[in-house]
């Protein structure tokens, strides 16, 4: 079945509507559902089965059939500040890491970031919060990943609270991110209710003066191994060794 999410407000007693534009043009004239077609729901916390009875023009109605207790989000609260890379390779980080599980997205412009912050980019932001919904949808989700506005390393790099906080840096050569998992993991199930904040470089990597920013707010750098990850892959496998350490 396709998952659709909606806003609390929007799921009311036995019955739902979809005012989505996105997702009602889904329903009608990609998927093609009709009256009788059954869908996945989900308000953010609970997840729901309903039947689709009324597809209007701008609004899809239906009945609740079920509540679902399946939860599929991580054990483990993953933010992942990513430098700002060239092109629309943040979009496609953005899909992956809601495909993944990530809970939290910071675009973050940096030193070496070949991109610099202009008037569209709220718009950018927008088109990013749609990737993340749609990605959230398709992998079945029970919350859509947060994406953050685009903004300074500096001043995100404030912002964010974890009980562990990493940045990956390529000429880190004592501590490994194995090496930092499994001294945090070592497999005690108490450790894999956490949070974990990630920081990736753009294209060119982190700069010393971001390093020293970051360490002083109590990142610890690590290596992702010897080979050098390009940006869009290295924040991806990271999240893919931490979910495996914490979540399985």
Same mark, same amino acid.
Request: glycine share 8%; net charge negative.
């Given at each position: 079945?396709?998952?659709?999410?909606?806003?609390?407000?929007?799921?009311?007693?036995?019955?739902?509507?979809?005012?989505?534009?996105?997702?009602?043009?889904?329903?009608?004239?990609?998927?093609?559902?009709?009256?009788?077609?059954?869908?996945?729901?989900?308000?953010?916390?609970?997840?729901?089965?309903?039947?689709?009875?009324?597809?209007?023009?701008?609004? !899809? $109605?239906?009945?609740?059939? +079920?509540?679902?207790?399946?939860? #599929?989000?991580? /054990?483990?609260? *993953? &933010?992942?500040?990513?430098?700002?890379?060239?092109?629309?390779?943040?979009?496609?980080?953005?899909?992956?890491?809601?495909?993944?599980?990530?809970?939290?997205?910071?675009?973050?412009?940096?030193?070496?970031?070949? !991109? $610099?912050?202009?008037?569209? +980019?709220?718009?950018?932001?927008? #088109?990013?919060? /749609?990737?993340? *919904? &749609?990605?959230?949808?398709?992998?079945?989700?029970?919350?859509?990943?947060?994406?953050?506005?685009?903004?300074?390393?500096?001043?995100?790099?404030?912002?964010?609270?974890?009980?562990?906080?990493?940045?990956?840096?390529?000429?880190?050569?004592?501590?490994?991110?194995?090496?930092?998992?499994?001294?945090?993991?070592?497999?005690?199930?108490?450790?894999?209710?956490?949070?974990?904040?990630?920081?990736?470089?753009?294209?060119?990597?982190?700069?010393?003066?971001?390093?020293?920013?970051?360490?002083?707010?109590?990142?610890?750098?690590?290596?992702?191994?010897?080979?050098?990850?390009?940006?869009?892959?290295?924040?991806?496998?990271?999240?893919?060794?931490?979910?495996?350490?914490?979540?399985?």
């Amino acid at each position: 079945m396709n998952k659709f999410f909606v806003e609390k407000s929007f799921v009311v007693g036995s019955g739902f509507e979809i005012l989505n534009p996105e997702d009602v043009h889904h329903i009608v004239h990609v998927l093609r559902l009709i009256a009788g077609s059954r869908i996945l729901l989900s308000d953010g916390k609970n997840e729901y089965e309903g039947v689709i009875e009324d597809i209007g023009g701008e609004v !899809v $109605k239906g009945k609740i059939t +079920d509540l679902n207790r399946s939860f #599929r989000e991580r /054990k483990v609260e *993953l &933010s992942l500040i990513q430098g700002i890379p060239k092109a629309k390779k943040i979009e496609f980080i953005v899909e992956k890491a809601a495909e993944l599980g990530v809970m939290k997205v910071f675009p973050a412009f940096m030193d070496r970031s070949i !991109v $610099k912050p202009t008037n569209k +980019d709220d718009e950018k932001h927008d #088109r990013l919060l /749609k990737k993340a *919904l &749609s990605a959230c949808e398709q992998s079945k989700r029970n919350r859509v990943m947060r994406v953050g506005k685009l903004r300074e390393f500096k001043d995100i790099i404030l912002d964010i609270d974890a009980d562990i906080k990493l940045i990956a840096y390529e000429n880190e050569e004592g501590n490994t991110l194995k090496d930092v998992l499994s001294e945090y993991g070592n497999g005690n199930d108490a450790c894999k209710a956490m949070s974990i904040a990630l920081v990736i470089g753009p294209e060119g990597g982190i700069t010393d003066s971001e390093l020293s920013i970051a360490s002083a707010n109590g990142y610890k750098p690590v290596s992702l191994g010897g080979s050098i990850l390009r940006t869009e892959t290295a924040g991806l496998v990271a999240a893919s060794m931490i979910f495996y350490e914490f979540d399985l």
